[in-house]
């Protein structure tokens, strides 16, 4: 028997269960509850009986200690990385408060739009100097001529960019598998230089350090400037510092050319619609056309080396995210072979115009060659995995919408994340000073304690889509950019890298939710949010519930079924101050719009939730609601608690996707990715219906 764990004074008045029944929790050798989150990589496995097959060192005795699957695991992130973290996303969110107070200091009552364009004009130049980053510090040797102090084999110091080249970095890293797979092709430099160096940025920011001579901050901009002729703070308006024009090489004719960031056209290389003339071979230069060169540049190496190259998202394998070249080789076979009937040219540029046409669409069709063989199906279809070939397709495609040396479309991702940001802003967990007290902390230790029950979750169901609530998600985010350990605390406890998907149909986001809320409180008997969104309940709480008031003795009065028991606080708080923290993390939703079966699926849920909201409030009015019920219900009732639903349409331009606007390959591409969701969802759903709950 052991007691469940909470992040407080009092450990004591616990329900006590055996270890292999039990739901998830750390374990302390000491009645001392000043507990230790240092890192660390030690796993354990656990035996069938469900006891640990060895312990923790006595110098780790007092350290929290998490279940995951049949391994256990010390923290995988603590208190003080979330909060240096947080830092980082203030920074974050000041900075487009700058961009934003700039737009309005020269234009008049901006609108929206124009603030939103504004920013996304911001962050093209931010993901041009990124690319600066890559190219001409990240890539250097890790001693050269210009720094001679000492250096290391990972991120030194001096080499920390700028603000806005950090905010690019972090978002990239919150997509695990693209970054590391992107690292073994195309940024070898970046991959060897490991983790995020986030305390060192954390730091960074709270000095606010004013260059002065000799200072690391002053070392570090040198370094910047020297390295890339660039200036070491970007300013927020094209008005100030830097080139008002990005050089880029026509994919034609190679001839060197100049475009600029906007034009009134909005036809500027920041801008959604960037066309340029060449003016040596008259070509219409395009974002996509730049980026089917990039893909016809990587299936010429493919042509070359079909046993040692893949394209982009082929080279790590489906399973388990490690470099996996073998499983692309059937892909390459097939896609060469092809290529053979068409007479394929090996010059890159003269495949892309005669052809692919400059066409994204065109390169849709020549990779689905890689996948419709009989040979190929046909092994996918033993495996049971037959869906996987058009998963395969997905990823290729998305990664071949955008020219760089990367295959997601930074600017977006950033945008995408700055939802999340705004969402630890409306929380105040941003604010300056806000996690100093042991108390205030608890919140911090409880978003460990639910990322963890959220990989137990993972290993117990490893096909189920599952979504984060804002806390866990924090802790999410976090332990991503400590990459290396990421990805190897993440094989070693599931077995797979896991990844981070921040671009998924709102419908498809909201059901899986509601999976994940009830595979939650069945697994731990309290709610997984309470933050007044309509959420779905486990079947076995519900029968629990139910079984307890049939029970009751006859002839007393009712107990007072508004009192919240709350028997795990270190995964959830009933506080009304601190039931925010679990409102689902939805920044990564997108709506699709002119899509009949979306909108099925969009007037089901909305039904479902109504009928949630009246059961709940019904509950109430006859005193037969259990303390979890009643207090979503105050919450829910509480006027201008500023708590807007989650999965709802308030959303801005850039999350609404039109069906009808979009081009064959970019809706292949969706169809695909919601295809592959279903399927999961559905996958997991036939599985947790399959056991006794």
């Known amino acids: 028997?052991?007691?469940?764990?909470?992040?407080?004074?009092?450990?004591?008045?616990?329900?006590?269960?055996?270890?292999?029944?039990?739901?998830?929790?750390?374990?302390a050798n000491s009645n001392d509850v000043t507990l230790d989150f240092s890192p660390s990589r030690r796993f354990t496995s656990i035996s069938p009986s469900g006891n640990a097959s060895s312990r923790p060192s006595s110098s780790h005795s007092s350290r929290v200690s998490f279940t995951v699957g049949r391994k256990q695991t010390l923290a995988l992130v603590n208190p003080s990385d979330l909060k240096a973290h947080l830092v980082i996303l203030r920074a974050f969110h000041r900075l487009r408060e700058d961009v934003y107070f700039a737009?309005?200091?020269?234009?008049?009552?901006?609108?929206?739009?124009?603030?939103?364009?504004?920013?996304?004009?911001?962050?093209?130049?931010?993901?041009?100097?990124?690319?600066?980053?890559?190219?001409?510090?990240?890539?250097?040797?890790?001693?050269?001529?210009?720094?001679?102090?000492?250096?290391?084999?990972?991120?030194?110091?001096?080499?920390?960019?700028?603000?806005?080249?950090?905010?690019v970095w972090h978002s990239y890293l919150l997509h695990p598998r693209t970054y590391f797979e992107d690292g073994l092709r195309y940024n070898t430099g970046l991959l060897s230089r490991g983790s995020f160096p986030l305390h060192e940025i954390a730091t960074m920011i709270e000095t606010n350090d004013p260059l002065r001579p000799g200072s690391v901050a002053q070392t570090r901009a040198y370094y910047?400037?020297?390295?890339?002729?660039?200036?070491?703070?970007?300013?927020?308006?094209?008005?100030?510092?830097?080139?008002?024009?990005?050089s880029l090489n026509c994919p034609a004719c190679t001839s060197e050319n100049s475009a600029p960031w906007i034009t009134e056209d909005n036809n500027g290389w920041a801008q959604r619609q960037f066309q340029a003339s060449c003016p040596n071979c008259g070509m219409q230069v395009s974002k996509e056309a730049l980026s089917v060169l990039k893909f016809a540049e990587d299936l010429r190496r493919?042509?070359?080396?079909?046993?040692?190259?893949?394209?982009?998202?082929?080279?790590?394998?489906?399973?388990?995210?490690?470099?996996?070249?073998?499983?692309?080789?059937?892909?390459?076979?097939?896609?060469?072979?092809?290529?053979?009937?068409?007479?394929?040219?090996p010059d890159a540029r003269i495949y892309a115009a005669?052809?692919?046409?400059?066409?994204?669409?065109?390169?849709?069709?020549?990779?689905?060659?890689?996948?419709?063989?009989?040979?190929?199906?046909?092994?996918?279809?033993?495996?049971?995995?037959?869906?996987?070939?058009?998963?395969?397709?997905?990823?290729?495609?998305?990664?071949?919408?955008?020219?760089?040396?990367?295959?997601?479309?930074?600017?977006?991702?950033?945008?995408?994340?700055?939802?999340?940001?705004?969402s630890m802003v409306g929380i105040s967990w941003t604010k300056t000073g806000k996690f100093d007290s042991d108390s205030d902390e608890l919140a911090l230790k409880r978003a460990i304690a639910g990322y963890h029950a959220f990989l137990d979750i993972m290993a117990q169901n490893p096909d189920a889509f599952l979504v984060p609530t804002l806390s866990i998600d924090l802790a999410w985010h976090t332990h991503q950019l400590l990459c290396v350990n990421y990805r190897e605390s993440t094989l070693d406890l599931l077995g797979t890298i896991v990844d981070h998907d921040d671009s998924v149909e709102q419908e498809t986001l909201a059901a899986a939710f509601d999976q994940t809320a009830r595979l939650w409180s069945s697994r731990f008997s309290v709610p997984y949010s309470a933050c007044g969104c309509p959420t779905a309940r486990s079947t076995r709480s519900s029968t629990m519930d139910s079984m307890t008031k049939l029970f009751s003795k006859k002839g007393k009065q009712k107990a007072n079924a508004t009192a919240v028991e709350n028997h795990r606080p270190d995964l959830i708080s009933h506080h009304p101050n601190e039931v925010f923290e679990s409102h689902p993390s939805d920044h990564s939703q997108v709506k699709v719009i002119n899509n009949s079966s979306v909108a099925k699926q969009a007037a089901s849920r909305e039904k479902s939730n109504k009928r949630r909201v009246?059961?709940?409030?019904?509950?109430?009015?006859?005193?037969?609601?259990?303390?979890?019920?009643?207090?979503?219900?105050?919450?829910?009732?509480?006027?201008?608690?500023?708590?807007?639903?989650?999965?709802?349409?308030?959303?801005?331009?850039?999350?609404?996707?039109?069906?009808k606007s979009i081009s064959m390959g970019t809706r292949f591409a969706w169809e695909m990715r919601r295809r592959e969701q279903e399927i999961k969802g559905k996958t997991s759903e036939k599985r947790r219906h399959g056991k006794c709950i």
């Open 1 to 27: 028997m052991t007691s469940l764990p909470i992040y407080s004074s009092i450990v004591n008045n616990l329900s006590s269960t055996s270890l292999s029944s039990a739901p998830p929790s750390y374990q």
């Open 103 to 167: 737009t309005r200091s020269t234009v008049p009552s901006p609108s929206d739009a124009a603030l939103r364009q504004a920013w996304e004009v911001f962050l093209a130049r931010a993901v041009w100097r990124f690319e600066l980053w890559l190219k001409h510090v990240v890539a250097r040797p890790i001693r050269d001529s210009i720094y001679a102090g000492p250096v290391n084999a990972w991120m030194n110091p001096h080499e920390i960019p700028p603000i806005d080249v950090v905010m």
């Open 224 to 246: 910047w400037e020297s390295c890339t002729r660039q200036p070491w703070q970007l300013t927020p308006s094209l008005e100030g510092n830097g080139p008002h024009f990005i």
């Open 302 to 345: 493919v042509v070359e080396e079909p046993k040692r190259r893949t394209l982009a998202t082929l080279h790590l394998h489906e399973e388990s995210g490690k470099p996996f070249i073998a499983a692309a080789l059937l892909f390459n076979q097939n896609l060469v072979e092809d290529l053979e009937r068409v007479s394929f040219e």
């Open 354 to 422: 005669q052809e692919l046409r400059w066409s994204a669409d065109k390169v849709a069709a020549r990779c689905r060659a890689g996948f419709r063989t009989t040979a190929y199906m046909k092994q996918y279809k033993e495996d049971g995995k037959a869906h996987q070939g058009l998963k395969g397709l997905q990823r290729i495609m998305e990664a071949y919408t955008t020219p760089g040396p990367y295959s997601i479309d930074l600017v977006r991702a950033v945008q995408r994340q700055m939802k999340f940001v705004d």
């Open 614 to 659: 009246e059961e709940d409030q019904g509950a109430v009015a006859s005193g037969s609601a259990d303390g979890w019920q009643a207090l979503t219900v105050r919450i829910r009732n509480e006027p201008g608690n500023g708590h807007d639903p989650a999965f709802s349409n308030l959303l801005s331009p850039d999350e609404i996707l039109n069906a």
